[in-house]
Nanobody, 117 residues
Framework: QVHLVSSGGGSVQPGGSLSLFCAASGNIGGGYELGWYRQVRENERELVATITTSGAANYSDSVKGRFAISRDGAKNTVYLQMNRLKPEDTAVYYC???????????WGQGIRVTVSS
């Protein structure tokens, strides 16, 4: 079993910055991908950014250049810095861990991000 604890988010005006933090604990194993998705429609979550244990980062085109993901491998944590936020970034964000061996995935609790003037 793996447990994810998320924090951060909040409300900000367009152009502002917010950050998200997620810590994973439990039976994680040696290799995984940790990152963030956001709920854009009911039952649909889209990729925001992920990072693997080797440090390979992946971003959606909509956030590339504005968001930055980083990790602390020793602590199994991931940090998402969100800059130049836009109203369309408004969503509930979910931390996700995808474990490579054996294959498994877990979700953290949702964190609301609101970008509005």
């Amino acid at each position: 079993q793996v447990h994810l604890v998320s924090s951060g988010g909040g409300s900000v005006q367009p152009g502002g910055s917010l950050s998200l933090f997620c810590a994973a604990s439990g039976n994680i194993g040696g290799g995984y991908e940790l990152g963030w998705y956001r709920q854009v429609r009911e039952n649909e979550r889209e990729l925001v950014a992920t990072i693997t244990t080797s440090g390979a980062a992946n971003y959606s085109d909509s956030v590339k250049g504005r968001f930055a993901i980083s990790r602390d491998g020793a602590k199994n944590t991931v940090y998402l810095q969100m800059n130049r936020l836009k109203p369309e970034d408004t969503a509930v964000y979910y931390c996700n861990i995808r474990i490579f061996v054996p294959p498994d995935a877990y979700w953290g609790q949702g964190i609301r991000v609101t970008v509005s003037s």
